[in-house]
C-alpha cells in the first residue's frame, strides 16, 4: 500500500471516530487531522472539505452492506435453506463491528440532515440486495409465487434487520430468542407460496 492510500485510510479512521464521538456538526477537520497524525494540508489534499469526507465514508458503508456475493437459486437444494444460509451470511455482514459502527455515525447524521438522506437513500436504491438474485431466480422456478423480487427482499429482509440489526445497532447485543430467523422465512414463505 502506498503512503498515500496509509495516510487516506489514516484520515477516514480518524473521521468515522470524529463523526461518531461529535456528530457532523460538532466534528472538525483540524481534530480528525490530529486524529490521523497528519496536517490539515494533507487531509485536505484528499478530501476538499468535512461533507466530501462525509460523504466517502457514507460510500464506504454502502459498499460493506453491498459487499456480499449475489446469491443464486440452487434447485437441488432446499429453497427454505438456501434463504436461511443467505440471511445469516447477510446478518453477519451488517452486524460486523466495524459496519455497526459505520451504520451508527451515518445513520445518525442521516436524521438530522433531509437532504444528505435523500440523497443517499437515492444512492441506495440503485443497488440490488444480494439476495434479490435467489429469490428472483426462486420466483423463475415457480418455487415462490412470482412478484416484485426487489419489494420480497424488502420485506424479507424487514423482518430479518428488525431481530437481528436493530438490537446490535442500538443495544449493542442481540437478545433474540433462537429460532426467530425461522419464523421470518416460514412466515416469508406462507406469503410468496406459490399459486397452484
Known sequence: MKITDIK?????????IEFREQGFLGAKTTAIAKRANVSSRTLYKHFESKETLFEAISDIMVERNWSMEPVSYDPTRDFAE?????????VGVITEETAI??????????????????KFFAESATHDYPITLLISEAM????????????????LLGLAKNFFFWPEFF??????PEGVMDDCIAMFMAHYAPIL
Open 101 to 118: 459502527g459505520l451504520n451508527r455515525m451515518v445513520l445518525s447524521e442521516l436524521i438530522r440532515d433531509l437532504d444528505r438522506s435523500q
Open 171 to 176: 443495544l449493542g447485543e442481540n437478545p433474540t
Open 82 to 90: 438456501q434463504l436461511k444460509d443467505a440471511l445469516w451470511r447477510y
Open 140 to 155: 423463475e422456478a415457480n418455487v415462490l409465487r412470482k412478484a416484485d423480487a426487489g419489494l420480497a427482499t424488502n420485506q
Open 8 to 16: 487516506r485510510q489514516n484520515i477516514i479512521d480518524a473521521a468515522i
